[in-house]
């Protein structure tokens, strides 16, 4: 990154929204209908819409389905990436930790024999 | 960690278990030791899972930001990892073709400690003229063998930044056990 | 051994349902402010949409996913909100960057914070530019994250961006020389 992008990342520094905002929103929230992932069905529409609404999600419900997919796979992936690292990050301290130690033993065997 | 396993040996399944990557071949008879293991870990990300895996970190996280710029340029990261419950379930010589494929001069070690309690740590780094191009870690205890080859342009150093974060130890930090480590030796 | 505390911290990184409602708006306000706020440059109607914005989370809640997926969402949204409070209110003429007036020296004497400046001009810059340069340079994200985002090409985000640079480089490297000679 150049010194002008830097200087751009602190320019475009977050900000703070005003005090309060988050128990303004909160209380925003409280006036809505509770979230859910059921709602007053209008069962008439529906059963007129059905035929239409099967053919749509018959194609929707591939790409959709292709898109939930891609979604498992990469949170997958970000998992086992995260457990790869942590276990290279686990077994460098180790080897480091172990040299360290020959290290200190060595350095304390050359003061005896001075 | 069932999930990650299932998910693991279907990778597996995909790619023959002896040609995971370009460069190093893994031992056909590492997966026998999986039948033996009480807990394993099998990773197998080559460039594609990565940019699919990186694309879904968070870059809110500061751990997982730093993982994610240590991963921009990797071709591939593989670990295999068992755990035992007993002494003796595993011997040397399942490394050993490991071992002579990381030779020089296209491999260096940087690091090779033995213990009398059996706990050997060796650690490669693959050159690309004057710069990394690969890492792999051999860590072997009597009831653990951990096998980690990083593919690409790694900076150790950077790794070592996770120290403190993610569970990893912070390197440098003083622990009791080097001053209990007299016995060891190289 | 380090190997069983990292397979005792799976359960930790795994653990990523998403939090509480509440959590996320404490979490993520200043994100959706800021996005708006550069965008738009002005508090109050950043700090509407903003609030907007967490009260379309509030209705869409059951359909996260992950901690992942909400920071995904609101950037979205808050983008594609940004875009909408500017064309359906026309709050400025939009001009390019070379069209925009050089600063009345009064100001540039008085302003001598460049980031102050550097965020004024950003915001001058046409709306998708300044999308872009926002993504990229206050969340961070990079010319593929955003490209996914905002349905474009990769390559097309990446000319954009160094399309803006470029003018805002040049009209900062103006501002400093005229700043130097007015301290002259």
Known sequence: ?114 | MKKLLIFGLAAAFVLPAWALDNNIKMPVNLDRLAARATESVDVTLDASMLELASKFLSQDDPDQAHVKKLVSKLKGVYVRSFEFDKEGQYSMSDVESLRRQLKAPEWSRIVGVRSLKGENSEVYLQKNGSKIGGLFVIAAEPKELTIVHIDGPIDPEELSQLGGHMGIPKIGVKHESAKSAGKDQE | MAISATQKGIAEVRSDAAPPFADVVEIHKSMVFSIAWHFLRDRALSEELAQDVFLELHRHWAAMKSSEHIVFWLRKVTCNRCIDVVRRRKLRRETSLEESPEPAMLERVQDPLLSAYLQRMVASLPEKQRLLVVLRYQEGMEPEEIARMLNMNASTVKTQISRALELLRAKTAQRLKTQREAEA
């Not at chain 1, 992932?37 to 749509?56: D, H, I, K, T, Y």
């Open chain 1, 1 to 114: 990154m150049s010194e002008f992008e830097r200087q751009l990342v602190r320019a475009l520094e977050r900000r703070e929204p005003p005090a309060g905002f988050t128990s303004r929103v909160l209380a925003a929230a409280s006036q809505q209908p509770a979230p859910s992932r059921g709602q007053s069905w209008r069962w008439a529409f529906v059963l007129r819409a059905a035929p239409v609404m099967a053919a749509l999600l018959v194609v929707a419900g591939g790409a959709l389905y292709q898109n939930y997919e891609r979604i498992e796979r990469g949170e997958a992936a970000k998992q086992q990436l995260l457990l790869a690292v942590k276990i290279a990050g686990a077994k460098l301290y180790d080897a480091q930790q172990r040299v360290v130690s020959i290290g200190a033993i060595r350095g304390a065997g050359t003061e005896e024999e001075q």
